[in-house]
Nanobody
Framework: QVQLVESGGGLVQAGDSLRLSCAAS????????MGWFRQAPGKEREFVAV????????YYADSVKGRFTISRDNAKNTVYLQMNSLKPEDTAVYYC????????????????WGQGTQVTVSS
């Protein structure tokens, strides 16, 4: 069992940066690939980024490539999403998720989800 708690969301202006954190419980955190997804009002949930259990393998959605960076600290049971050059279209609830057999870009592959943190980017 893995419990995930996101933090770091907020209201920012276009061009600003935010760093989201996702703290995980459980001693098996390091064996999970960790992903970030987001869901904007009226839209389906979409993949943002994923990092493999050991860290080196990362994948990004085209819409965030070059602006967002995913990383993890297994000693702290935490995964991060550094978001730079934010745009209004990045406005969404951001969720972290754990995938026992990842890394995957498909939400259906993930075993555990956090409650989400709101990111709002004003123009």
């Amino acid at each position: 069992q893995v419990q995930l708690v996101e933090s770091g969301g907020g209201l920012v202006q276009a061009g600003d940066s935010l760093r989201l954190s996702c703290a995980a419980s459980g001693r098996t955190f390091s064996s999970y690939a960790m992903g970030w997804f987001r869901q904007a009002p009226g839209k389906e949930r979409e993949f943002v980024a994923v990092i493999g259990w050991s860290g080196p393998r990362t994948y990004y959605a085209d819409s965030v490539k070059g602006r967002f960076t995913i990383s993890r600290d297994n000693a702290k049971n935490t995964v991060y999403l550094q978001m730079n050059s934010l745009k209004p279209e990045d406005t969404a609830v951001y969720y972290c998720a754990a995938d026992r057999y990842g890394p995957s870009t498909r939400g259906s592959e993930y075993d555990y989800w956090g409650q989400g943190t709101q990111v709002t980017v004003s123009s």
